[in-house]
Structures are given as structure tokens and as C-alpha cells.
């Protein structure tokens, strides 16, 4: 391990093991646990928490708010990079400034 | 001129950057550039609401400080910001960029306190000359020529609102700055708007930010992303409010800056198309124009100054230390770089709106405010902004920035990031979570105190819709994180028209030029150049006959004087001597002649 580590300055601190130490693909697996459980609690909050003041008409429905984001979400980075970049993209030296 | 107890911070930045070019020593004059920040604090907390500083010129009345609520919140924000920028560039040793980032400064602190619109364009074209230099100053030649276009885009928006200001004093025999009525508004008013949206980089006048930003030094783009566009917000909120052609140009922006962001590869593109994106909502909230979505508007700008700053400050470390900025080279630096990656965390999470961080205060009360003046569609859009905004800055950027789906990179060479920039970033990031724990903080501040307490963030409700919408958002980026990867290449934005009006405008200036040289040129050998021949024939005979004979006899009678003098200046010392024994004797002749 090369000594200028951590931003260059030494062996890794405290985070910085941690950090590396997650990346195992144990570590990844239990992570994607965590997050699909957070996931779940929340919809699952929704059921006994709900939207008193709708402004949207649809959001007075439970989940509309989860699948509001994963559809938009969803639909945006497929619009984006399927439909409108390989429209305007060119090479990065388009315009002859770098 | 007539003052009382105010303090104009402008000044404090002001005598900063005359007096840094004559402090001495290598390193010790840094520590002076904390002292206009921390007197900008004290003033800005302090100021009373009134009218100060007003002077008389050319027979018109300038007002350099009005104060009141509103100049306050976003002197407030400045002042910190300021704190936390000069923090962060405290090892850098060109004493150009500290000028040229107290000069902005100082133009930013100037708009805020305006009374006037001249006073207003006086210190909105300063911020222009400080900024354009903050972007040349990376001394790069992509930067030079964008700081170049960056410099003209600006002169035209400065222009555009002379030319309002100018017609608006015509036509009503004031400069004045105060609202606008949209209901009686005159050509000339829609100039200074035109004025107003460039700096706010209201689409489609908005491709001078994410061009000139990415290319600015690494301090200097943490000045910028603060000061432009939301002193460009605070005077459309002193003017403009209410203007429902704001309310859906700021929809636009919000969404725009977001389908931009999630294309780039670019870090500090990205972010720079999330100002756009972020000053929409802003924009959307003075179109409203509601008291409540007014104060979403102010909260949301003094929130979006500290994470967007620390953002900039994050971005920029990892440029310092790894030497780019391109997603597609980076990754595997989370362990490397772990405070980088945690305070740039806690300004992503704090712009996505997550609970705990300022964003979530501030960006749902614009968004509320929109709703409840029943402008669905604009809340809409706002909502759709914030999953674009957390899937690409919230997620992408740091995902392919610090882990990419790589090990960590121990091989690559880091260049050690100075302690100071911590420091900055400590500061922001401290800032953003005690305003989204505490939003008293920033409630205390709003512009209208009576509508404060009409949006409440900490509800289960709030929370939960927020952590709703953000968490199946993240699902969305997991699911599309193949899709949504990074590569090498140039999006075509509005610019591509700006550079094709230039070139238009230099052709048309150029090809009739062109063509009346070239007829010129005819009329000249034809006509011209015969009568200064004759002219020419003329002054040789002058010159000959006359000058010649004066030149040559001067230089005979020279040579003649310069022979004799030959004479004396032989070397010798005995005879200089003797001639100045000549001399005094002579003069002690005359003298003593005087006498008798």
C-alpha cells in the first residue's frame, strides 16, 4: 500500500478502513438488505401514515409518493440517456476550447 | 451623506482588495482576508432596517444601503458564505484570486444593499468583472476563452439592463428599486427583467453557467456557485414578485437543470446545471409571489448557498487532489478521500431535500407555497425536480465519483488536500444539518415573519413523504445505474445558438467591412493615392529645401561645438583643473565685481 493514502497524507484513519472494509461483496449484499428493508418500512409507514392535505388529486392514495419516484425516476434516466443524449451528444472537443 | 449605525460590508471587501497587492510577505497577509468576512458577519447580524449611505450625484439620489428584511437574509447568507469560501482558499497563493473573489464579493454585498438602479448596476457589473476574472485565472486555455464568452454574455446582460433602468428613469423620472407591478409593466421593465434572468440563468439564457463554472479555478467556482445567481434571486424577489411568467420559467429550470445534470460527466457540470435546476425553484417561488412561497423562495436560497458552496468545495477537493473532474476517471476514492466524500455527502443529501438537512426545510416550503396558491402543475414540477436532483447528485455523482463499482484505488497518486479546505467544508456541512435539526434558525430571518409558521417541516407526514419519495427514487438509480453511467462527450445546449449568434454578428460585421475596405482600397489607388503623391512630392521639397537646411546647419554648429568642447575633454586631470581654476576664478570676478 502506497504511503500517501488517506487524501494523500499516510495510512488510512478510521473511516477510511471502514470504508474499504465495506466493499466486500458480503458487506455489499448486507447493505442491499438494509436498503430494501428501509424500502419496505417505509411503505409499509404509509399504510398508518397518510397525506391529510393532497395537492395533486392521485396523492391522496397510499403509495402514491413510492411510485411516484421509482416511475419518474425510472422514466427520466431512460428518456435521458436512450432518447435525448444520443441526440446532442458529441465529442468533447466539439467546439475546439479544451 | 447620511449614516447611523449600518455598516456596508462591501466596504470591509473593498479595502481588502486594494490593500492586498501592497501587503508584504509570502503567506502572513492571508490571515487579513478573514477579517471582511467576519465583519460582514457582525454587520449583517446587526444592521437595522433603514435607508443609509445616500448620496447625491449628477443631481440623482443614491442609495447604497437600504436594509430590510429581505437584504438582510441573503446579507446574512453572503456573509457566512464569504467566511467559508476564503476559509477554503487560504493556501492558495495567487493574490490575484483573492482579489478578484473579494471584488465579486464585495459586488454581491453591493446589490443586496441597493436602493437604486444605478447604485444596483454599478455593483452588479463589479461582481461581473470579479467573476470573469475568477474563471480566467485557472490560467488554462479552455478557461481563458470561457471566461472570454462569460464576460461578453454578461456585458449584454448588463446592457439590457442599462437600457431598462435608463428607459424606465425617462419614462418615470426615478431610479428607484422596488417592486413592480406586473399588471402595468412597460417594455423597459421587461428590459431589466431580461437583465435580471441572465445572471439568474433562467432558461433559455442560462448556457453561460454550466460553460464558465466547471472551468473556474477550484476556489474561485466556490464564490460563484453562491454569489451571481442568487443575488440575481434576491433582486427578482425585491422586483419581480408575483410574476407568474417566474413561477413557470422556474419550473422549466428546475427540471431542465436536472435532465442536463443526469447526462454529464463532467462534476462540477453537473452541479453547475443543478444551480440552474436549484435557482428554478427559487424563481418558481417569487413567481407565486404568496408571502409563504416568497419565504420558501428566501430559505430556499440561503440553503441552497451553503450546500451548494460545500458541493463545489467537495467537487473541487477531488479535482485538487486526483487532477480531474470526469466521472468516467474517477471512482474507488471513498476510503482515499473519506471527509471529502462525507461532507460532500451531507450537501447531497441536503440538496435532495432528505430530513435532518436544511434542503428538506427549505425546498418543501417552496414547494408547499406552490401548492397552496394552487399552482399544481409548478408543484408538480418541483417534485419531479427533486428525484432527478437526488438520483443525479444525491446518488450519481458520488456513486461514480468516490465507488464507481471499483476497490478501492489505492494506486492513484492524491495530492494532499490542505487542512483550510477542510475547514471551509466543516463549516458549510455543520451549517446545513443544524438548519435542517433546528429551522428556527432560519425561520427567525425570513422576509415575512407572519407567514412563517403557515408550513410546519417536522411532521411524520413530511418525513415520511420525503423519505418515500427519495428512497424509491435511490430504487430507481439502482435499477438504472447501467443506464444512467457516464461517458466522455459534449451535450449540445443553448450555447451552440449563442456561439451561432456570434458568429452571425461577427460576419455581419466583418463581410460588409470587408467589402467597403476593398472598394476603398479602389477609390484610394485611383484617386487618393496620386493626391498624396503630390502631397508626398510636396513635403520633399519642404523637407529639402527647408527642414534639411535647419537640421543640417543645427547639426554643423553641433559638430562645430562639440570639436572645441573635444578640446577640453582630453582625459587629463591637470587640465581640468586648470580650467576649473579658470572658472572659479572668473567667477569669483564677477562676484566680487557684484560687490564693488
Known amino acids: 500500500m502506497p504511503d500517501n493514502t488517506p ?24 447493505w442491499r438488505i438494509v436498503f430494501f428493508a428501509a424500502l419496505a418500512l417505509a411503505a409499509l409507514l404509509n399504510v398508518f401514515i397518510t397525506n391529510h392535505e393532497p395537492h395533486f388529486g392521485l396523492d391522496r392514495y397510499r403509495f402514491f409518493w413510492p411510485a411516484f419516484g421509482l416511475a419518474v425516476g425510472v422514466a427520466m434516466v431512460l428518456l435521458v440517456k436512450k432518447i435525448i443524449q444520443p441526440l446532442i451528444k458529441r465529442t468533447e472537443d466539439h467546439y475546439g476550447d479544451l | 451623506m447620511g449614516t447611523s449605525s449600518f455598516f456596508h460590508p462591501a466596504i470591509a471587501f473593498l479595502m481588502t482588495a486594494v490593500a492586498l497587492p501592497f501587503l508584504p510577505g509570502r503567506r502572513r497577509w492571508k490571515w487579513l482576508l478573514l477579517i471582511a468576512p467576519l465583519a460582514a458577519i457582525y454587520a449583517a447580524f446587526t444592521n437595522q432596517p433603514g435607508d443609509y449611505l445616500t448620496l447625491s450625484w449628477l ?20 456573509a457566512v458564505m464569504s467566511l467559508a469560501g476564503i476559509l477554503y482558499s487560504l493556501h492558495v497563493d495567487d493574490k490575484g484570486q483573492h482579489v478578484a473573489a473579494v471584488l465579486y464579493v464585495a459586488g454581491g454585498f453591493g446589490c443586496v444593499f441597493a436602493g437604486d438602479f444605478l447604485t444596483l448596476f454599478v455593483f452588479w457589473e463589479l461582481m461581473s468583472i470579479g467573476s470573469t476574472f475568477l474563471v480566467m485565472l485557472n490560467r488554462t486555455r479552455e478557461s481563458v476563452l470561457a471566461s472570454f464568452r462569460y464576460f461578453l454574455y454578461h456585458t449584454v446582460g448588463g446592457l439590457l439592463l442599462l437600457g431598462g433602468l435608463l428607459l424606465r428613469h425617462q419614462a418615470l423620472g426615478t431610479f428607484d428599486f422596488g417592486p413592480i407591478d406586473p399588471g402595468s409593466a412597460q417594455p423597459y421593465d421587461f428590459l431589466i427583467l431580461a437583465g435580471f434572468c441572465v445572471n439568474a440563468a433562467v432558461v433559455p439564457l442560462h448556457a453561460w453557467l454550466p460553460d464558465a463554472y466547471p472551468r473556474g479555478t477550484v476556489t474561485g467556482s466556490v464564490f460563484m456557485c453562491a454569489f451571481t445567481t442568487k443575488t440575481a434571486v434576491y433582486v427578482l424577489a425585491r422586483a419581480f414578485a408575483g410574476w407568474e411568467i417566474l413561477a413557470i420559467a422556474g419550473t422549466v429550470m428546475a427540471v431542465y437543470g436536472v435532465l442536463y445534470a443526469s447526462m454529464e460527466n463532467n462534476a462540477r457540470r453537473i452541479l453547475s446545471y443543478h444551480i440552474v435546476s436549484q435557482v428554478g425553484y427559487m424563481v418558481a417561488g417569487i413567481g407565486v409571489g404568496t ?4 419565504n420558501g423562495a428566501s430559505a430556499h436560497a440561503y440553503a441552497h448557498i451553503l450546500y451548494k458552496g460545500l ?23 471513498a476510503a482515499r478521500l473519506p471527509w471529502v466524500m462525507v461532507c460532500y455527502m451531507v450537501a447531497a443529501l441536503s440538496i435532495s431535500g432528505m430530513p435532518i438537512f436544511n434542503g428538506f426545510i427549505s425546498k418543501n416550503m417552496t414547494i408547499f407555497g406552490a401548492a397552496e396558491a394552487h399552482q399544481t402543475w ?25 465507488w464507481g463499482g471499483k476497490p478501492t484505488d489505492w494506486k492513484r497518486s492524491l495530492k494532499p488536500i490542505p487542512v483550510n479546505m477542510y475547514f471551509g467544508m466543516g463549516l458549510l456541512a455543520v451549517l446545513c444539518v443544524l438548519q435542517g435539526v433546528f429551522p428556527q434558525i432560519l425561520y427567525r430571518y425570513l422576509p415575512f415573519p407572519e407567514a412563517v409558521h403557515e408550513y410546519v417541516p417536522w411532521t411524520a407526514w413530511h418525513v415520511l413523504q420525503s423519505a418515500m419519495l427519495l428512497g424509491f427514487s435511490g430504487l430507481a438509480f439502482y435499477l438504472m445505474r447501467h443506464v444512467i453511467t457516464p461517458h466522455k ?22 463581410r460588409p467591412m470587408a467589402w467597403f475596405d476593398n472598394i476603398w482600397t479602389n477609390v484610394w489607388n485611383a484617386v487618393g493615392l496620386r493626391g498624396l503623391m503630390g502631397t508626398a512630392f510636396g513635403s520633399v521639397f519642404f523637407d529639402k529645401g527647408v527642414i534639411d537646411g535647419i537640421v543640417d546647419n543645427t547639426a554643423y554648429g553641433t559638430r562645430g561645438v562639440g570639436r572645441v568642447g573635444a578640446l577640453f575633454q582630453n582625459g587629463r586631470l591637470q587640465y581640468y583643473l586648470g580650467l576649473m581654476t579658470v572658472l572659479a576664478l572668473g567667477v569669483f570676478a564677477l562676484f566680487f565685481y557684484g560687490v564693488l
Open chain 2, 378 to 402: 409548478v408543484a408538480l414540477g418541483l417534485e419531479v425536480a427533486a428525484v432527478g436532483t437526488f438520483i443525479s447528485v444525491g446518488l450519481k455523482l458520488p456513486y461514480f465519483a468516490f
Open chain 2, 291 to 294: 408571502a409563504i412561497a416568497v
Open chain 2, 311 to 333: 458541493l463545489f468545495m467537495g467537487a473541487g477537493a477531488v479535482l485538487y487532489a486526483a487532477g480531474t473532474q470526469r466521472l468516467d476517471e474517477l471512482g474507488g476514492l
Open chain 2, 489 to 510: 462527450a459534449l451535450n449540445l445546449d443553448f450555447d451552440w445558438f449563442y456561439r451561432l449568434i456570434g458568429l452571425a454578428l461577427y460576419h455581419l460585421i466583418s
Open chain 1, 7 to 30: 487524501d494523500g497524507q499516510g495510512q488510512p484513519g478510521a473511516l477510511g478502513r471502514f470504508l474499504a472494509s465495506q466493499l466486500s461483496p458480503e458487506k455489499i449484499r448486507a
Open chain 2, 59 to 78: 443631481g440623482q439620489t443614491l442609495k447604497l444601503g437600504h436594509v430590510d428584511r429581505l437584504s438582510l437574509i441573503f446579507a446574512q447568507v453572503f
